[in-house]
Structure formats: C-alpha cells, structure tokens
C-alpha cells in the first residue's frame, strides 16, 4: 500500500515523480518471498562490492539480489527518454 503514495509524495516534496522503485534483498538472511509475491520483479544481483568501496574491492559484502517495482505502466519509456 505504501508504494501507491510514493509517486504523489516525491512529487509533492522533490517535484519528479519516480516511476520505478528499487530494493535489495540479502540471499544468506533472506528469500525475498513477499517481493516476489508482491509482484516486484527480479533484475539480477549486486557484485557484493557495498557502497562504500571506493578502490573497486570486495570486501566480504554480501551479494544481494536487486528487485524492482514499476509505478506507472509506461516506466520504460519513461526511463529512456
């Protein structure tokens, strides 16, 4: 329910409305089973590098696999305008 108010609220507070939302989801503790049954859709996986690795090293991050939601029906056009 809290993904419906997004688009409004960014665009109240940022004056854009996203058309896509992203999480991240941590295999070892975690299957993403509500994502899944929530209908996000699964794009893949990080490389475990985590964001704070500024010299391009993994340090033992955990790999986690990226789902995304779409908020509006044309998000691809939307995307690569």
Not at 65 to 79: A, D, M, S, T, W
């Amino acid at each position: 329910m809290a993904v419906k108010t997004v688009p409004d609220d960014w665009q109240s507070c940022y004056g854009y409305r996203p058309v896509l939302m992203e999480t991240l989801v941590d295999q070892r503790r975690f299957k993403g089973i509500c994502y899944k049954a929530a209908n996000w859709i699964h794009v893949g996986a990080t490389t475990g590098r985590g964001r704070m690795d500024r010299e391009n090293k993994r340090h033992g991050m955990a790999v986690k696999e990226i789902y995304v939601y779409p908020l509006c029906n044309r998000f691809r056009q939307e995307l690569l305008a």
